[in-house]
T-cell receptor, first 107, second 115 residues
């Protein structure tokens, strides 16, 4: 089964950095996804980590430690449009999602 | 390119009425298909997934059912809706070759309100 834990809410100011942590316990692990979901919309893909370490993609980076069952998503130079829910999703033959972390960016 | 569509986008149904949400994928063959539900302020709950025509796996007991009558068609149904069925329903697909590693692509979502 899957057990995914991430904070419920985070607030930060424009231009700041936010780190969203995710811990998981899963069977048949094949990598970890992060998705972004704006209110009322479908989730969209942000990143995928299959090996340990940091993957950087523009203002967003994602880190994975498979031995610790731990990942984080790092959002840099926050913009107002980054206000959304961020979903941690460890992958097997099916994808299970954490409850999501709602990030609110304030001016 | 691949696309996924689901409909209707919004519906309001009385308790006890039936439900049918439809999802189709274009531009790919033999996709893995998924139905998720997201209650207000909650995460995504996997309801059903399918790896082929007529093959449906249910993740949670409920009054919902799913069917896959064609390779790229996935239908979510209920004979009698409950208030607790209200939520945002998302259909998604993944390339069957990307076992465990493939990105999941979502439809636009269907918002169901049961009154």
């Amino acid at each position: 089964g899957q057990n995914i834990d991430q904070p419920t809410e985070m607030t930060a100011t424009e231009g700041a950095i936010v780190q969203i942590n995710c811990t998981y316990q899963t069977s048949g692990f094949n990598g970890l996804f992060w998705y972004q979901q704006h209110a009322g919309e479908a989730p969209t893909f942000l990143s995928y980590n299959v090996l340990d370490g940091l993957e950087e993609k523009g203002r967003f980076s994602s880190f994975l430690s498979r031995s610790k069952g731990y990942s984080y998503l790092l959002l840099k130079e926050l913009q107002m449009k980054d206000s959304a829910s961020y979903l941690c999703a460890p992958s097997g033959y099916k994808l299970s999602f954490g409850a999501g972390t709602t990030v609110t960016v304030r001016a | 390119s691949q696309t996924i569509h689901q409909w209707p986008a919004t519906l309001v149904q009385p308790v006890g009425s039936p439900l049918s949400l439809e999802c189709t994928v274009e531009g790919t063959s033999n996709p893995n298909l998924y139905w998720y539900r997201q209650a207000a302020g909650r995460g995504l709950q996997l309801l059903f997934y399918s790896v082929g025509i007529g093959q449906i796996s249910s993740e949670v007991p409920q009054n919902l059912s799913a069917s896959r009558p064609q390779d790229r068609q996935f239908i979510l149904s209920s004979k009698k809706l409950l208030l607790s069925d209200s939520g945002f329903y998302l259909c998604a697909w993944k390339d069957y070759r990307d076992y465990g590693t493939g990105e999941l692509f979502f439809g636009e979502g269907s918002r169901l309100t049961v009154l």
